[in-house]
């Protein structure tokens, strides 16, 4: 990373939580304190007792997790549940980040990546990482 690039993203942990993200993330918040901020979806999907979180997160002092009850289409199986979260100041230095990784085509969860907070992606060496605005 060269002198330019720096301070452009922050690093934290992005965790798939099935179905018990606002638990997770309120139990972490009894350990770290902090702020915490829940998106869900506005209408109940099948398969979850409660509102599924599309986007948590906690910020504190120490730690920052990001979390999602949603989960991916292989479903959660050991290893794949988390993720490498970097949170981009704007569209433009997300695909930025996105080129200098040598990233393939991102994951989209909308038609255009620059409307959506999040985008998927996976290196070479199956990392996943998840890039926000």
């Known amino acids: 990373m ?52 599309v986007s948590g997160s906690l910020v504190s002092d120490s730690v920052i997790i990001y979390g999602s009850d949603l989960v991916h289409s292989e479903g959660r199986t050991l290893g794949n549940y988390l993720s ?23 994951h989209l969860f909308a038609r255009n990546s620059d409307d959506q907070k999040l985008v998927e992606v996976t290196d070479a060496f199956d990392v996943r990482w998840i890039l926000g605005v």
């Open 2 to 53: 060269n002198d330019s690039d720096r301070g452009k993203f922050v690093s934290a942990v992005f965790i798939t939580f099935s179905g018990s993200c606002r638990k997770a993330l309120t139990y972490y918040q009894t350990c770290f304190g902090g702020t915490l901020q829940f998106e869900t979806f506005e209408e109940e999907l099948e398969g979850y007792t409660e509102m599924p979180v």
């Open 84 to 106: 490498i979260f970097l949170h981009c100041k704007n569209t433009d230095d997300r695909q930025a980040l996105i080129e200098k990784l040598g990233l393939n085509e991102p």
